[in-house]
T-cell receptor, first 110, second 116 residues
Framework: SQQGEEDPQALSIQEGENATMNCSYK?????LQWYRQNSGRGLVHLIL?????REKHSGRLRVTLDTSKKSSSLLITASRAADTASYFC??????????FGQGTRLTINP | GAVVSQHPSWVICKSGTSVKIECRSL??????MFWYRQFPKQSLMLMAT?????????EQGVEKDKFLINHASLTLSTLTVTSAHPEDSSFYIC????????????FGPGTRLTVL
């Protein structure tokens, strides 16, 4: 079963605006990862945040983690048309099994 | 970064035939490879985990006799969909990891299977 749940399921914003996606999970984690998937393509690893970290930045990406609420958020600032994709959070269930959330389909309108 | 390839990128086959999909780690040794299935507008679902030289571990609900996985070397794993049916049509994605626990997985570009 999917451990992560994401909201919103779909998000449509104007280019230049910020996009925020949320992920919730059910069990304790070692780390949480965010991936991007362009339509019909494989996954691109965006960022990994460890359970003892609260916030992490990578370029225009900002990820937060609240282990007390079992939730994480991904913020994309100054969005571009090329950011249009599906975004998934993923956590480990056990040591090897990566479980993905349902994903957020992000559309950036020019 | 680590590169994982899949071949073919897409395949169309007739119902009842078997299809083999290859997953290769191009620049690192993958001790563990994973096979996922993704239906349209849905998330990835893990099908099986394979460690080099061992039998694959299948997730609940995945038929091991239908989805044959071979991980004969540290750079190659294959998934064979036997006696494919239209409901097997999906996007199959592999990933590879060089470690045993909590290691980053590197994903292939996926294979689109359409069974007529």
């Amino acid at each position: 079963s999917q451990q992560g749940e994401e909201d919103p399921q779909a998000l449509s914003i104007q280019e230049g605006e910020n996009a925020t996606m949320n992920c919730s999970y059910k069990t304790s984690i070692n780390n949480l990862q965010w991936y991007r998937q362009n339509s019909g393509r494989g996954l691109v690893h965006l960022i990994l945040i460890r359970s003892n970290e609260r916030e992490k930045h990578s370029g225009r990406l900002r990820v937060t983690l609240d282990t007390s609420k079992k939730s994480s958020s991904l913020l994309i600032t100054a969005s571009r048309a090329a950011d249009t994709a599906s975004y998934f959070c993923a956590t480990y269930q056990g040591a090897q099994k990566l479980v993905f959330g349902q994903g957020t389909r992000l559309t950036i309108n020019p | 970064g680590a590169v994982v390839s899949q071949h073919p990128s897409w395949v169309i086959c007739k119902s009842g035939t078997s299809v083999k999909i290859e997953c290769r780690s191009l620049d690192f040794q993958a001790t563990t490879m994973f096979w996922y299935r993704q239906f349209p507008k849905q998330s990835l679902m893990l099908m099986a985990t394979s460690n080099e030289g061992s039998k694959a571990t299948y997730e609940q609900g995945v038929e091991k006799d239908k989805f044959l996985i071979n991980h004969a070397s540290l750079t190659l794993s294959t998934l064979t969909v036997t006696s494919a049916h239209p409901e097997d049509s999906s996007f199959y994605i592999c990933s590879a990891s060089s470690g045993s626990t909590y290691n980053e997985q590197f994903f292939g570009p996926g294979t689109r299977l359409t069974v007529l």
